[in-house]
């Protein structure tokens, strides 16, 4: 199971990079091509599995992203509240987890009974605001945790990565975004 989570995780970020030089109509078909291509296997290997072994696996909420944002359900409010949300997490975690500061809150994802409680805070917050995006995130981290989909056993590794940091950077940079 972690096999194939991976293999789409990456096969999508493949479909994402492409849809990102492609506008108009046509830019799903050519997203949803590379996708198929990507995860093809040619002489044994895919594109995506070179992509997933250089980059490792993308949190269950990036890719949950990457298939909103493909299916185009992803707007400018909704990348700006999730951007706002992945960096103030990448902002706590991050530092402290490299050992800055006494407190790693690393390791709550190994225990996550507290950090399971301040997500459904989160989700709570994001039904009040509107964005569907964030909620479904973190429910399909939450979800993608219990199921074991990801090769990590922590709930951090579904909740966020650098990638998902990254690119929420670019978008409060960039005032939200016009395209994704």
Same mark, same amino acid.
């Given at each position: 199971?972690?096999?194939?989570?991976?293999?789409?995780?990456?096969?999508?970020?493949?479909?994402?990079?492409?849809?990102?030089?492609?506008?108009?109509?046509?830019?799903?078909?050519?997203?949803?091509?590379?996708?198929?291509?990507?995860?093809?296997?040619?002489?044994?290997?895919?594109?995506?599995?070179?992509?997933?072994?250089?980059?490792?696996?993308?949190?269950?909420?990036?890719?949950?992203?990457?298939?909103?944002?493909?299916?185009?359900?992803?707007?400018?409010?909704?990348?700006?509240?999730?951007?706002?949300?992945?960096?103030?997490?990448?902002?706590?975690?991050?530092?402290?987890?490299?050992?800055?500061?006494?407190?790693?809150?690393?390791?709550?994802?190994?225990?996550?009974?507290?950090?399971?409680?301040?997500?459904?805070?989160?989700?709570?917050?994001?039904?009040?605001?509107?964005?569907?995006?964030?909620?479904?995130?973190?429910?399909?981290?939450?979800?993608?945790?219990?199921? %074991?989909?990801?090769?990590?056993?922590?709930?951090?590794?579904?909740?966020?990565?650098?990638?998902?940091?990254?690119?929420?950077?670019?978008?409060?940079?960039?005032? %939200?975004?016009?395209?994704?």
């Amino acid at each position: 199971m972690t096999n194939v989570y991976g293999l789409l995780g990456a096969g999508l970020l493949v479909a994402a990079c492409v849809k990102l030089f492609r506008h108009g109509p046509s830019a799903r078909y050519w997203a949803l091509a590379a996708l198929v291509l990507a995860v093809a296997p040619i002489q044994g290997i895919s594109l995506a599995g070179l992509v997933r072994a250089h980059t490792g696996d993308l949190s269950v909420t990036s890719v949950v992203l990457l298939l909103l944002g493909l299916g185009g359900a992803l707007g400018v409010s909704e990348r700006r509240a999730v951007s706002v949300c992945v960096v103030g997490l990448a902002a706590f975690l991050y530092p402290m987890a490299l050992g800055i500061g006494r407190f790693d809150p690393y390791r709550l994802g190994y225990e996550p009974r507290i950090l399971l409680g301040g997500l459904a805070l989160v989700v709570a917050w994001s039904l009040m605001r509107g964005t569907r995006a964030l909620m479904v995130g973190l429910v399909g981290a939450v979800a993608g945790f219990g199921l %074991g989909v990801h090769e990590s056993v922590n709930l951090w590794d579904y909740v966020i990565d650098p990638w998902l940091t990254i690119w929420a950077l670019v978008q409060l940079w960039r005032g %939200g975004g016009a395209d994704a």
